[in-house]
């Protein structure tokens, strides 16, 4: 029960922080634009194919899926995206608290590093969850002019992708946060930190030895796959609780053995 | 209720903190002296459990500060050297954050951080962002922060730091009246907040204490036989031949001219004798103007430097120096 309170009480603060400053404006602004650029693209592109292969279809006949074609690619752009966007709302995390010595007012008061590293992850995951909400708006013409409304599902597992990839690389910024006191340093090495955990997807090769079938599994963007398409599989989902989990556990044991270290 | 045994913390193979006893009683002020570098915030860090001690037990309130940190924090509060904000929060909001981590109940936070605001005397800035507050307006929301839960210990790095005069006055009476019911750990590089506030002193150089006592204690120990500074109008020459005919004077030295046609003496007395009145008898019926007549005692500072800069390293107890020898401050 304390516990939760001080959970919340973190995320508070921080919600007040990015509000509080023009960073959270500035990516739900930013987020949601890209996110109705790359549908737009995405949609006509669709549109154009379509007419091209069945004539004038509009687009929701049966041969061509909008999943496949529209929500698969805008997901995936802004799986990119994210790449940039989140070392943003992680790189302050920690390293700022340290820089201020807030970190002492954190640690000598009746809170548990759990409970710290747990607030600042919500917060920030909250606050991208918050950014992909906004950012569906784009979708709202395709339900009102659609003449058929479109499916749901898919939507909402391509959105359930997109916030637990972003989860993850949120663990790991948050833990990358709090090797330094430097934000910007902390927001340059997570930038680096998830494009490797990315091109850790290239080398998924079906013809590959074990190793590299292993490495490939750690690759963040592969596991969104099937979700994009519309496909919920669990395995996906522990996946990506699972590393986030990791990410979080080592920002937990960093934040204590730094004061070991002190 | 504080308890601290044989606590050593070396960083690397710089050892801060060295072999440090000490205790404190419930509702007593203990003043926490030493030059810098001595390792009083060590010290702090240690007992509020921001840093691990490499050897040595401390407990707060029963509850040792390794084994059961939650407890301890939970009856600690603590103000830092640099006082922990968050610049871009308003002063009531950043105590609001704070009452909900140190786990005030819902509906006793708003009166108590109306409290602590009301303590510290920052109502006026209490919307304003801590970021635009002068330094010395910080430090008191960060004894706001540190009194708001009404903690049972409180651990104050150099409160007073940065503040200005009326300030500090302020806020050692806040702390004064703190005591008896709050226990508390001060520690400072001003003498005089010592002596006006706290019960018990602890001298700390290098890492060891060399002194610890009642502030009146350590300065009487010191104070030697009682010299007196003695000002009065008139010539060097015939003013010493009187003074040093005045029963008791056991030594006399002239100061020199303090100006306006005034010369200043110090004089020495017979142990135990207090010579005032007999001084100014003697200079006012001889037709002199008394100008100034004062005790010279060491002060603290004077105590303080002796302790830290000539005790030897093995940290033993000084030697009381003579008075006459220390340079002349007013001691009233
Ligand atoms: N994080 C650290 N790493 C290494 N050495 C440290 C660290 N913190 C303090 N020290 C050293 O420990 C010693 C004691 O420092 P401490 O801050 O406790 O002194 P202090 O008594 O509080 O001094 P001041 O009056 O200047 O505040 C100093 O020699 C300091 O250089
Ligand atoms: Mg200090």
């Known amino acids: 029960m304390s516990s939760l309170r001080n959970v919340s009480a973190i995320v508070e603060k921080e919600w007040r922080h990015y509000f509080g400053s023009p960073i959270a404006y500035v990516l739900l602004f930013v987020w949601t634009f890209l996110f109705g650029r790359f549908f737009q693209v995405a949609f006509e592109y669709f549109l154009l194919a379509s007419a091209r292969q069945g004539g004038m279809e509009m687009g929701m006949g049966p041969k061509m899926s909008l999943n496949e074609w529209v929500l698969r690619p805008l997901f995936q752009n802004m799986a990119v995206v994210a790449l940039f966007v989140i070392p943003m709302l992680t790189m302050r995390l920690f390293a700022e608290e340290k820089r201020q010595g807030t970190i002492e007012l954190l640690s000598t008061n009746p809170l548990t590093d759990w409970q710290v590293v747990l607030g600042k992850f919500f917060a920030a995951t909250g606050l991208f969850g918050f950014m992909i909400l906004v950012s569906l708006v784009n979708f709202v013409p395709l339900w009102v002019y659609a003449t058929t409304a479109p499916d749901w599902k898919p939507v909402a597992t391509g959105v359930l992708a997109l916030l637990l990839y972003g989860a993850s690389l949120i663990a790991v910024g948050t833990f990358i946060s709090t090797l330094t006191r430097n934000q910007i340093v902390a927001g340059i090495l997570s930038f680096c930190a998830f494009l490797a955990l990315l091109t850790l997807g290239w080398a998924d090769d079906p013809a590959a030895g074990p190793l590299q079938q292993a490495i490939a599994y750690l690759s963040v963007t592969a596991h969104m796959e099937d979700m994009t398409k519309g496909v919920l599989d669990l395995k996906d989902v522990v996946f990506y609780l699972s590393f986030s989990g990791f990410g979080l556990f080592l920002a937990q044991q960093s934040v204590e053995s730094q004061r070991w270290r002190a | ?332």
């Open chain 2, 1 to 332: 209720m504080i308890e601290v045994v044989n606590l050593t913390k070396r960083y690397g193979r710089h050892t801060a903190v060295d072999g440090v006893s000490f205790s404190v009683q419930k509702g007593e002020i203990l003043g926490f002296l030493g030059p810098n570098g001595a390792g009083k915030t060590t010290t702090m860090r240690i007992l509020t459990c921001y840093l691990p001690a490499t050897e040595g037990t401390a407990r707060v309130a029963g509850f040792d500060v390794f084994e059961q940190p939650l407890e301890v924090k939970r009856r600690i509060g603590y103000i830092p050297e640099t006082p922990p904000l968050y610049p871009d929060m308003e002063v009531a909001d950043f105590l609001s954050f704070c009452s909900k981590i140190k786990g005030i109940p819902g509906k006793d936070r708003r009166r108590k951080i109306d409290e602590a605001i009301e303590k510290t005397r920052l109502v006026d800035v209490r919307n304003k962002h801590i970021g635009k507050l002068s330094k010395g307006y910080r430090q008191r929301v960060g004894l706001a922060q540190a009194i708001l839960a009404n903690p049972d210990v409180l651990i104050l790095d150099e409160p007073t730091a940065g503040l200005d005069p009326k300030q500090i006055l302020e806020t050692r009476e806040l702390i004064k009246s703190l005591g008896g019911e709050h226990t508390i750990i001060l520690s400072t590089h001003i003498l005089p907040e010592v002596e006006v506030t706290c019960g018990r002193v602890v001298i700390i150089n290098k890492g060891k204490v060399v002194a610890e006592d009642t502030p009146e204690n350590l300065t009487q120990r010191l104070r030697g036989s009682g010299a007196l500074r003695v000002e009065a109008r008139g010539e060097t020459g015939p003013l010493f031949d009187l003074l040093r005919t005045v029963p008791g004077v056991i030594g006399l030295r002239p100061k020199g001219d303090a100006g306006d046609g005034v010369v200043a003496f110090e004089v020495d007395a017979e142990a135990g004798r207090d010579l005032r009145p007999e001084l100014a008898r003697a200079v006012v019926g001889a037709g002199h103007d008394l100008v100034g007549l004062s005790r010279l005692g060491m002060s603290l500072e004077e105590i303080f430097l002796q302790i830290t800069t000539t005790d030897s390293a093995d940290g033993a107890a000084p030697e009381a120096p003579a008075a006459a020898e220390a340079p002349a401050t007013e001691a009233s």
